[in-house]
């Protein structure tokens, strides 16, 4: 079972922190969604808030080492044997915690001792996103390089998670219009005969300049994520 997995069989840090494959000693964004929505749903199904402490540590150790204290925008991967991190924020990475925040926070009353930490963390990253988000309503395969290509997976997640967590009252409701800018965007320019296009395809950690070199097209990553978009923008209605 996953959840066994995630608990008791993969590798984990000095921190506790999820290593993204057994051996790897690093900790990747794209771990988070991976753990935290499992960890965060059975602690409620089965009545275990040792789950959703493990959801919330997963977020707190990775922002320790990857979140930057400036931008509050995710670098893609740490490795805590050579104390090494990837350069530049990888687009589709940062909606993976942006979303893993959203799902996470969705279980966690406020008086739990991680909802400030995760709410300020959240906080800060809306803000990059924000910030990096283009004249069309997009964000790109690295957030802060425009001229590299805008990424639909990346805005499809930013807008699911943005909506969600002004919906739970996590972010304030300003957040409403840059998501919904994203949201016509993507419908405009990769949703074509009923798929959608322009999702860079699986990305390892690696340089600024390579993640513009990751082919674009169709990926299930992208339509679950547009999916998941249209399902909060559906609620405002």
């Known amino acids: 079972m996953v959840l066994d997995f995630i608990r008791d069989g993969a590798e984990r840090g000095p921190e506790g922190g999820l290593g993204h494959w057994q ?5 990747w964004v794209d771990t988070l969604y991976m ?3 499992v960890l965060a749903g059975f602690a409620k199904l089965d009545g275990k808030p040792a789950y959703l ?3 919330a540590l997963q977020l707190v150790v990775q922002a320790r080492h990857l979140q930057d204290a400036k931008s509050g925008l995710f670098h893609h991967m740490w490795d805590w044997q050579t104390g090494q991190r990837t350069d530049g924020y990888w687009g589709r990475g940062n909606g993976w915690v942006l979303m893993s925040l959203a799902d996470t926070l ?3 009353d406020r008086k739990h001792r991680s909802y400030k930490e995760l709410r300020t963390m959240a906080t800060k990253m809306a803000r990059g996103m924000q910030q990096t988000q283009d004249r069309d309503g997009l964000w790109h395969t690295v957030l802060d390089d425009h001229a590299g290509y805008a990424e639909s ?3 499809a997640m930013t807008v699911y998670a ?3 967590m002004v919906r739970l009252k ?3 409701g300003s ?3 840059p998501a919904l800018r994203a949201w016509s965007a993507i419908n405009e320019k990769y949703v074509k005969d009923g798929v959608v296009t322009g999702v860079s395809a699986g990305t390892s950690p690696q340089s600024r300049d390579g993640y513009g070199k990751v082919k674009v097209g169709s990926q299930t990553w992208g339509t679950g994520s547009y999916l998941m978009a249209g399902s909060e923008v559906d609620r405002l209605r």
């Open 23 to 27: 051996g790897s000693h690093q900790l």
């Open 175 to 177: 957040y409403r219009k």
């Open 153 to 155: 997976s990346a805005s």
């Open 35 to 37: 753990a935290c929505p």
């Open 170 to 172: 996590v972010l304030p």
């Open 162 to 164: 943005l909506l969600k």
């Open 106 to 108: 969705e279980f966690m």
């Open 53 to 55: 402490d493990d959801a």
